[in-house]
């Protein structure tokens, strides 16, 4: 359930009310809440009061996400944090990391669906896998058939896909696809960090991608050189977390067409998408 403020992203989408009547509609169905909003503590009674039952809120929206956290865990919801593709892994601390239950790593700009996967984010897919074993890792945004392997190699085990799966004539299909597939990668991940307690030696293997690119890690590991720390230099790094934090720290907002240069895509109308399921 993708909700948006119009001031954390460029995009208006729902609010407790819609939750609320699905919640009504669809008893018992698990709504996994990802807050693309600017103030993620205010909404969290509302959230939990009306049905959600996982709570994402952006790192980049709060300077207390421990508070966040807690104050979701007063409700009976999960908590999850989420980082924008301009954020580094190495922002979300050892402390935050174990008091959520799931982190969320954009693979797009948030804002809208359509966008163009951005593969230079699998990176921090694997640095959280491996500094955090056994917490759900999830990612967001040009998810689908094409771009699942490098996520579940990286170590995703919760996949957010939209167009993938509305404009496919087979949801189901492409569902249980993307399914088999991480849990086939965390099959391995899980062997290989067996094998790396034990002190034996672990086949950095090299997989060769569709897009004719290639890249590879020790999933399990947990050493520091078997990961990146820093993914990008530090000046785009700055860039990209300037861009999104700057809604909130200089009173300028990304538009739905400045998100739309990021990705290099067009984005799909949320209207298509409904129509195509
Ligand atoms: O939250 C977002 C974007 O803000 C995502 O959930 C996208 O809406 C996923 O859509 P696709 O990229 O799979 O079309």
């Known amino acids: 359930m993708d909700i ?18 699905v919640s009504k ?14 103030d993620p503590g205010n909404w969290v009674k509302d959230i939990s009061e009306a049905g959600g039952a996982s709570y994402t809120f952006h790192l980049e929206a709060t300077d207390d996400p421990m508070d966040v956290v807690r104050q979701i865990k007063a409700t009976k919801m999960r908590a999850a944090v989420a ?3 301009g954020t580094p892994a190495s922002e979300i601390s050892d402390e935050l990391g174990k008091a959520v239950d799931m982190i969320l790593v954009m693979t797009v700009w948030p804002g809208a669906g359509g966008q163009k996967f951005m593969k230079e984010c699998m990176p921090k897919v694997a640095e959280l896998r491996a500094r955090f074993p056994d917490l759900d890792v999830e990612v967001d945004g040009g998810v689908g058939p094409k771009t699942i392997d490098r996520c579940a190699d990286a170590g995703a085990n919760i996949i957010v896909a939209g167009t993938a ?42 997989k060769h991608y569709e897009d004719g690119r290639k ?48 990705s290099g895509l067009s984005i799909t109308p949320a209207a298509s998408a409904v129509e195509g399921k």
Request: net charge positive; charged share 25%; proline share 6%.
């Open 25 to 38: 509609a669809v008893p018992n169905i698990f709504m996994d809440c990802h807050m693309m909003v600017s």
């Open 165 to 206: 799966i509305f404009n496919h004539s087979s949801p189901k299909d492409v569902i249980k696809f993307l399914r088999t597939r991480c849990d086939e990668a965390q099959e391995r991940i899980k062997r290989e960090r067996e094998r790396i307690a034990r002190g034996e030696s672990v086949d950095h293997e090299i």
């Open 215 to 262: 890249s590879g890690w020790h999933s399990g590991a947990i050493t520091p050189l078997s990961y990146p720390r820093v993914y990008m230099s530090a000046s785009k790094r700055e860039k990209l977390r300037r861009e999104s934090q700057g809604a909130l720290e200089r009173g300028e907002r990304p538009t739905m067409s400045s998100l739309q240069g990021m």
């Open 4 to 21: 948006m403020d119009g001031h954390f992203v460029p995009n208006i989408v729902m609010g407790a009310p819609v939750i609320a009547s």
């Open 83 to 85: 980082i924008n593709p």
